[in-house]
């Protein structure tokens, strides 16, 4: 018998999730049946639709996310022993697979890419779910044009950071908000980014207008709320604008939200673009996005960074770090 750890949610979030909205519970997996496979969790994936996504739930859930396991048992010959998968199970350290019934999203599994001699823990960030994010959103979305100016808030994070040096390698001008003066310098000195702005201490508006004199092509839109309203202002005609997440406004209780300003004549007079999405409606073309990543990465056209908290025990601390902006680049677990 194999002893077994997971989180559960207890409680439907108010404001920052809280350390008793959660419980670890300690549970014995049965003996494995034909086609099923045993595995052993290495790097757990924090990620704010985690805290997003809470009140689509009913109470008390299993905490959701992607993982990398190694297969340390096997009834599943297409999952030999030693196998790397990504699967979408959580925050667990042991699991009981069936890779026949996991073919959809949320419910997935699929065998880790082909990294080279990178580290397997890509596969939940540059070479996983976020990096096929940054990819296709800017891509497919934007669409940016050589020459174009790109701007992307969240943008020392794990989609922001990707992001704005595909961008750079398609030609753009790119500028991006985070929220230190620390990241600011380690996105213009190591990530290329043409300018970057402290959006917790810079007038927004003015540093734009500076940093962006003929206007803004495309915006990836990582947080929402004021900021976007202003960067939004100030965009082109035909300006395109991929809405990828909003987590300004992920911990505030609903009567907090920000009421951003009213935009309609900037979209209707520039006629833009504004268009949400969610990585998963590209799922087909995520093996296509991997192998382009991992190209990249290799080249050293692209530098990826992680925020790696160590233990089982740390999920939590890392997922609350993660959500106040501790990390630069991709947060994640150590298992
Ligand atoms: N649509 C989709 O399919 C997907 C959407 N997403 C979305 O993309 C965004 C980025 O995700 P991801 O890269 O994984 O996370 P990040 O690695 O960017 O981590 C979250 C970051 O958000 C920033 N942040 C926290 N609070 C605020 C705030 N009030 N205002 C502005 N920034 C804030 C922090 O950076 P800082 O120090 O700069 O404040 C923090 O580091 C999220 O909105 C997420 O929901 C992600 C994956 C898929
Ligand atoms: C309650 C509305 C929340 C709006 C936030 C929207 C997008 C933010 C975001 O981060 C989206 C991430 C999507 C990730 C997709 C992961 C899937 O593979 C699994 C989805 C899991 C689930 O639906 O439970």
New binding site residues.
């Given amino acids: 018998m194999v002893k077994a750890r997971k989180y559960v949610v207890k409680n439907y979030f108010e404001g920052v999730p809280k350390r008793d909205d959660y419980e670890i519970i300690d549970y014995e997996l049965p003996n494995l049946q034909n086609g099923e496979i045993l595995t052993k969790t290495e790097w757990i994936s924090v990620?704010?639709?985690q805290r997003?996504y809470n009140r689509l739930n009913k109470i008390p859930y299993d905490q959701f996310g992607y993982q990398v396991a190694v297969v340390e048992d096997s009834k599943n010959p297409s999952y030999p022993i030693g196998t790397r998968i990504i699967t979408h199970k959580g925050w667990c350290d042991y699991a009981i697979l069936n890779p026949n019934e996991l073919q959809k999203p949320p419910n997935m599994i699929y065998k880790l890419p082909n990294l080279k001699d990178l580290s397997p823990s890509l596969g939940i960030g540059a070479v996983g779910?976020?990096g096929a994010?940054a990819y296709f959103?800017l891509l497919e979305i934007c669409k940016p044009k050589v020459g174009e100016t790109v701007v992307v808030?969240?943008?020392?994070?794990?989609?922001?950071?990707m992001v704005g040096q595909i961008a750079k390698i398609k030609g753009c001008r790119v500028i991006g908000?985070?929220?230190?003066d620390d990241?600011v310098e380690w996105l213009e000195k190591e990530l290329g980014f043409d300018k970057a702005i402290n959006?917790?201490t810079a007038d927004i508006d003015k540093a734009l207008k500076e940093a962006a004199p003929k206007g803004i092509d495309c915006y990836f839109d990582?947080?929402?709320?004021e900021?976007s309203s202003v960067i939004i202002s100030q965009m082109n005609a035909k300006g395109r604008v991929a809405?990828?997440?909003?987590?300004?406004?992920?911990?505030e209780v609903s009567s907090n939200v920000v009421k951003a300003p009213i935009l309609q004549p900037y979209i209707v007079s520039k006629e833009l673009t504004i268009q949400?999405?969610?990585?998963?409606s590209f799922s087909k073309h995520w093996p296509e996005a991997f192998a382009q990543l991992v190209e990249w990465i290799k080249s050293g056209k692209l530098v990826t960074r992680e925020y790696i908290t160590e233990g089982f025990d740390k999920i939590y601390d890392a997922f609350i770090g993660?959500?106040?902006?501790?990390?630069f680049?991709?947060?994640i677990v150590k298992i």
Avoid at 153 to 161: I, L, M, P, Q, R
Avoid at 222 to 225: C, E, I, Y
Avoid at 243 to 251: P, W
Avoid at 276 to 280: K, L, R
């Fill in positions: 990620d704010p639709y997003a779910m976020p994010t959103g808030t969240g943008a020392a994070g794990a989609v922001g950071s908000f985070a929220g230190s990241k959006y917790k990582n947080v929402g709320g900021i809405v990828c997440g909003s987590i300004s406004s992920y911990n949400g999405f969610i990585v998963t993660m959500l106040a902006g501790n990390n680049g991709k947060a």
